[in-house]
């Protein structure tokens, strides 16, 4: 089990349509990239639909101001695909980045998220969250779990 701050979460809920989440503040690291690797936790608490979802693309921010303006983190983005015979965004998974991207430089960060939806669909389910941590928080494995 991690230690989460509340002020170190990027999104915490529903995501059915395209979203930008909280600004998180890194404002007492100098090169917050280029610091100890930083655990980076984004997890699907609620499973998306294939028949709804198609992809989402998982995106990181940063400024040097919490208002902005926001430039893309070079190496920081994801598209997950989601498809019925091996959905990307299942209850569990852990579809992005484990640790702060080396290129962040400045001192706050957001996460932007576009759901892509199957043609002539709406995305009804999915819920997701982010936030960066103090310690590596990894799911336990059938194979390390006592009894």
């Known amino acids: 089990m991690a230690i989460i701050d509340r002020n170190s979460v ?3 809920g529903p995501l059915t349509a395209n ?3 909280q600004p998180v503040a890194l404002t007492g690291l100098k090169l917050p990239g280029r610091m100890e690797p930083m655990p980076l936790r ?3 608490t609620e499973a ?3 028949a709804e979802t198609q992809s989402l693309t998982i995106c990181m921010e940063e400024a040097d101001r919490a208002d902005g303006p926001w430039t893309a983190v070079h190496g920081a983005s994801v598209t997950v695909p989601n498809p019925v015979e091996a959905p ?3 209850l569990g998974a852990r579809p992005y980045l484990r640790f702060l991207p080396q290129s962040v430089r400045k001192s706050w960060l957001r996460l ?3 759901v892509t939806p199957v043609d002539g669909k ?6 997701i969250f982010a936030a960066l941590t103090r310690e590596e928080d990894l799911p336990y494995e059938p194979a390390i ?3």
């Open 42 to 44: 984004l997890s699907v």
């Open 19 to 21: 979203a930008t989440g």
């Open 88 to 90: 990307g965004l299942g």
């Open 48 to 50: 998306f639909a294939p």
């Open 112 to 114: 932007t998220f576009a």
């Open 145 to 147: 779990m006592a009894g």
């Open 10 to 12: 990027f999104f915490e």
């Open 122 to 127: 709406t995305v009804n389910k999915g819920r």
